[in-house]
Structure formats: C-alpha cells, structure tokens
C-alpha cells in the first residue's frame, strides 16, 4: 500500500476539513496540494461569500479530490485488478458535476502507479466491473442506492455516497457537510467484508457509522 508521507500524517490528524473556498479556482490545483503532503490541511476561511452554484462547483472539487486520497491510502486486494496494467477505474452512478473534477485529476495523476479512468453509468442498472472506487450521485433514487449497495457488497470496491445514511445502510463511506466544509463517513464494516485496507490516518479523519459509531460514542 501506498505510504502517507509524514507531513500528511501529522496535518491530518485533528484536521477540520477542507473548505469550499481555500484550493483555489480548479480541481487540479487542489489534486496538486494533495500530492505535495498536505491532504486534509486545515482550510482557510472564505474571504467572501460565494454565490449557490459557485459553492456547488467548489463541493465537487473538494469531493473528487477526496475519491483521489481515497484511491492512494487504501489497499485493495489482488483480485480487484486482473493484470498488473489495468487502470484505476473510479466509476460516477447517476447525473453529476464530480465527473468535470475527477477527469482534470486523471488527466495529471496516477493511483499506485496507475493510470486513473473516469467511467459514468447514467443509471443504477447500467453499473458493471471492474471498478475500484464508486461515487453514487444523490440523483439516484433511494430505492436504486440500496440495490448497488447490496449489488456490490463483498466486492473489492469502495461504493461512496452523498445522501444521507448511505455508509449506515452499507455503503463504504459518504460525504456530508457541516457548515461550509465537505467531510466524509466510513462503515469499517463494510471495507472490511469487501477486503480493503485502510490506512490508519484515514480511519481516524473519518466519521464511523454503524457498530463503530456507537463503541466511540460508548467510549
């Protein structure tokens, strides 16, 4: 599995987040700040506030470069790639402005030294493998989530929703907002039953859901 550098390691620990506003025009330039070591760096403040759509555009930025450090500190299992040239593929179920973000990230970046292919499904039943990363737009219907949860559950992918209670229902893990930054949640279980392995600094930037919410909250 890839290493975190260690200037990542300590900045992320205890990290707020990443705000709408402190990368920058273009997603690229955030995937750029990534690779230097300073993934989760505590964000500045916005100088001013920014119109609805500009704030939209800024989220999904923010989002696909957390699919990117998603892809570099987790360890997938050997039968997710049939052979040593396949690509990293990170599939985009469903209507969404991430795609414009993730295809300037893999135009310029690798994950674990592999080419990075963007592949959208406009629908729950269009999705196939191979895939590696799955990002399950809040355009797709409640119902259709819960069947691509149940659909890939137990395979070496990472399904990562944006609609409420989507890693509690199984998914791998789901974006949420608090205030004007972009966090995310993990579902360990469910990483687990599909034989990822996450880097410890990852697990610890997360919110756990499910039986691991409630032991950290018991603690």
Known sequence: MSRMPKSTRSELVGAPGIARSDTGARALGLAAMLLAGMWWLPAARAQAPQSEPAALHKDYEVKAAYLYGFGRYIEWPENAFQKASD???????????IIGALEEISAKRKIQQRKIVVRRFAAADDFKQPCQILFVSHSIPPEEQAALIKKTRGLPLLAVGETPGFAENGGGANFI?????????INIESARRSRLRMDAQLLKRGKPVGSQQAAATAQ
């Not at 690509?87 to 402005?97: K, L, M, N, Q, R």
């Not at 907002?177 to 995310?184: N, P």
């Open 87 to 97: 690509p990293f593929v990170i599939g985009v179920v469903g209507e969404d402005p």
């Open 177 to 185: 907002s608090e205030g004007d930054r972009v966090q995310f949640e």
